[in-house]
T-cell receptor, first 114, second 111 residues
Framework: NAGVTQTPKFQVLKTGQSMTLQCAQD?????MSWYRQDPGMGLRLIHY???????DQGEVPNGYNVSRSTTEDFPLRLLSAAPSQTSVYFC?????????????FGPGTRLTVL | KNEVEQSPQNLTAQEGEFITINCSYS?????LHWLQQHPGGGIVSLFM???GKKKHGRLIATINIQEKHSSLHITASHPRDSAVYIC?????????????FGKGTKLSVKP
C-alpha cells in the first residue's frame, strides 16, 4: 500500500494564481481531511470529508475549495492564491469518524505564494 | 488561551536520558493522540489513549483524565528520536474533524 500520497511536494505560486493540491489514499478510508501547518501554530483543519460526495468546513476554510467524487481522492483547490496561504499542507485519512481511529498523514506539500 | 498546551516547546537531551513531554488540555475529550513529525516533515501516529497508559518500545504515554493532562515519555533516548512531538485532543462526540492540536515539542537528542 502506498498509504496517503500528496502531489506536488513543493509549489511556488504568484498571488492570484489558482492550483489544486492532490491527495489520494489506497486504504479505502472513508474519512479524509486537509490541514495546514504554520510556524508557531498547531495543525489547523481546513476541510474534511466523511465519504464520497460529502464535505464540510474546518477551522480555516476561507480561500479553499474541496470535492470528493471518489473514496480515494480528496483534492484541495486554491482559487486565487494569497501570500497568507503560504504554508505546509497535509492530507490525512482514517477508516472512520471515531476519535479512536488512527489518522494516516501524507508527506505534505510546501506551498509558497509570492 | 490555547485549548491544548504542550511543554516544553524545545528540549535538548543527551543520548540515553529519560525524556518527558507534557500536554495539558482545557476541553472535554474522548481521546488524546500523540504524533511524531520527522525532520523531513512526515507525521505518524504514535498513540491514541482515553485512559491509563500505553507502551510501545521505548515510548510510554499516560493520561490523567481528572487533571486533563497527558505525558509522553521516552526511555533511553537516541538521536533517532529527534523530531517534533505533537499532542492532539479530540472533543466529546466529535469526529476527527474536531482534533485540536498542540503546537508541538521539538526534541533534539545529542550523541
Amino acid at each position: 500500500n502506498a498509504g496517503v500520497t500528496q502531489t506536488p511536494k513543493f509549489q511556488v505560486l504568484k498571488t492570484g494564481q489558482s492550483m489544486t493540491l492532490q491527495c489520494a489514499q489506497d486504504m479505502n478510508h472513508e474519512y479524509m481531511s486537509w490541514y495546514r501547518q504554520d510556524p508557531g501554530m498547531g495543525l489547523r483543519l481546513i476541510h474534511y470529508s466523511v465519504g464520497a460526495g460529502i464535505t464540510d468546513q474546518g477551522e480555516v476554510p476561507n480561500g479553499y475549495n474541496v470535492s470528493r467524487s471518489t473514496t480515494e481522492d480528496f483534492p484541495l483547490r486554491l482559487l486565487s492564491a494569497a501570500p497568507s496561504q503560504t504554508s505546509v499542507y497535509f492530507c490525512a485519512s482514517s477508516s472512520g469518524m471515531s476519535s479512536y481511529n488512527e489518522q494516516f498523514f501524507g508527506p505534505g506539500t510546501r506551498l509558497t505564494v509570492l | 488561551k490555547n485549548e491544548v498546551e504542550q511543554s516544553p516547546q524545545n528540549l535538548t537531551a543527551q543520548e540515553g536520558e529519560f525524556i518527558t513531554i507534557n500536554c495539558s488540555y482545557s476541553v472535554g475529550i474522548s481521546a488524546l493522540h500523540w504524533l511524531q513529525q520527522h525532520p523531513g516533515g512526515g507525521i505518524v501516529s504514535l498513540f491514541m489513549l482515553s485512559s491509563g497508559k500505553k507502551k510501545h518500545g521505548r515510548l510510554i504515554a499516560t493520561i490523567n483524565i481528572q487533571e486533563k493532562h497527558s505525558s509522553l515519555h521516552i526511555t533511553a533516548s537516541h538521536p533517532r528520536d529527534s523530531a517534533v512531538y505533537i499532542c492532539a485532543a479530540s472533543n466529546y462526540g466529535g469526529s476527527q474533524g474536531n482534533l485540536i492540536f498542540g503546537k508541538g515539542t521539538k526534541l533534539s537528542v545529542k550523541p
